[in-house]
């Protein structure tokens, strides 16, 4: 008993914060663990939600490989993903190091630029609508018709379809990035910076071998957090489009989603999920062994 009370007094502070943990760990182990596990009993069945489940093996994953339908759909998610990614980080990388350069104003023009991350999905998607409309009174056609070109169906165009859905939030959605860059590039010391100007070193040269290698772990958070954000887009194709033109802006969460609570097909929306899962993961370990080392700024 004396130990025992000797240990807690020792370890008072630890155990407070073990307890403090064990409700979100608790939370976490049912709605995300427990889930998991779930999803992947019911992906090796043939549960469709109006007869009990049998079990089916590998039957679902095996026709995901096969169906050169889903297979295209992976493909419209990796193209998202990519100009997504690739968009945000370079706006967003640009706009923090321009925010950081500017003598006045930086507060204001940061909240300006952050505010369309704000915008609800569904306004966002009736912006793409508006703008990309396919009827002679779109935003884009107006100006196609005014220098005389012949207007687009745009999203109704199953060749440019995926392309109209990406402008709109590519360049708009980089806020978050931006913030992220610009603590990173705060974080870098000025005296750094000092030292190649005495060296003669120009502002891209500054940029080029100062902020850019001192802002790689920064750069692969971003790149994680947008690659894992592209793979789980829904929201501008099932709002615009609902996966057409002949599903060439369908994604793998909106089949996801088709499968599992429109085609009742439970089975195969887990097994897809799962291959989500499973190419995120690759993914965002690839960037992660990119990292490297910690940098030192000292």
């Known amino acids: 008993m004396y130990t025992w009370n000797r240990y807690k007094v020792k370890y008072s502070?630890?155990?407070?914060?073990?307890?403090?943990?064990?409700?979100?760990?608790?939370?976490?182990g049912i709605f995300f663990v427990f889930a998991l596990f779930r999803a992947f009993s019911i992906s090796l069945t043939d549960w469709n939600l109006l007869k009990e489940a049998s079990f089916i093996g590998a039957t679902n994953y095996k026709?995901?490989?096969?169906?050169?339908?889903?297979?295209?759909?992976?493909?419209?998610?990796?193209?998202?993903?990519?100009f997504i990614a690739i968009g945000h980080n370079i706006i967003g990388l640009c706009m923090a190091y321009m925010l950081n350069d500017i003598p006045k104003g930086e507060k204001v023009f940061r909240a300006l630029l952050y505010w369309p991350v704000l915008v609800s999905l569904i306004v966002g998607a009736e912006m793409i609508k508006y703008i990309f409309n396919p009827s002679p009174f779109g935003?884009?056609?107006?100006?196609?018709?005014?220098?005389?070109?012949?207007?687009?169906?745009?999203?109704?165009?199953?060749?440019?379809?995926?392309?109209?859905?990406?402008?709109?939030?590519?360049?708009?959605?980089?806020?978050?990035?931006m913030l992220i860059y610009q603590a990173g590039l705060k974080g870098i010391p000025k005296t750094i910076y000092e030292a190649a100007?005495?060296?003669?070193?120009?502002?891209?040269?500054?940029?080029?071998?100062?902020?850019?290698?001192?802002?790689?772990?920064?750069?692969?958070?971003?790149?994680?957090?947008?690659?894992?954000?592209?793979?789980?887009?829904?929201?501008?194709?099932?709002?615009?489009?609902?996966?057409?033109?002949?599903?060439?802006?369908?994604?793998?969460?909106?089949?996801?989603?088709?499968?599992?609570?429109?085609?009742?097909?439970?089975?195969?929306?887990?097994?897809?999920?799962?291959?989500?899962?499973?190419?995120?993961?690759?993914?965002?370990?690839?960037?992660l062994r990119l990292q490297g080392e910690d940098i030192s700024y000292e």
């Open 139 to 177: 935003f884009m056609n107006s100006i196609l018709i005014k220098l005389g070109l012949e207007p687009l169906a745009w999203y109704q165009d199953p060749k440019i379809a995926l392309m109209s859905l990406i402008v709109f939030p590519m360049i708009t959605g980089f806020g978050i990035k």
């Open 13 to 28: 502070n630890e155990l407070t914060a073990y307890k403090l943990l064990s409700i979100p760990l608790l939370i976490w």
């Open 197 to 287: 100007k005495l060296d003669g070193a120009t502002p891209w040269q500054q940029f080029t071998k100062i902020s850019f290698p001192l802002l790689k772990p920064v750069v692969i958070l971003n790149f994680v957090m947008s690659t894992i954000e592209g793979f789980r887009v829904l929201a501008p194709m099932q709002l615009v489009t609902n996966g057409g033109p002949i599903k060439s802006t369908e994604t793998v969460v909106l089949s996801i989603y088709k499968h599992g609570f429109v085609k009742n097909n439970m089975g195969y929306a887990s097994a897809l999920a799962f291959v989500l899962f499973g190419i995120i993961l690759m993914i965002t370990i690839v960037q």
């Open 63 to 82: 026709d995901i490989l096969m169906d050169s339908e889903t297979l295209n759909i992976i493909k419209n998610t990796v193209i998202w993903t990519l």
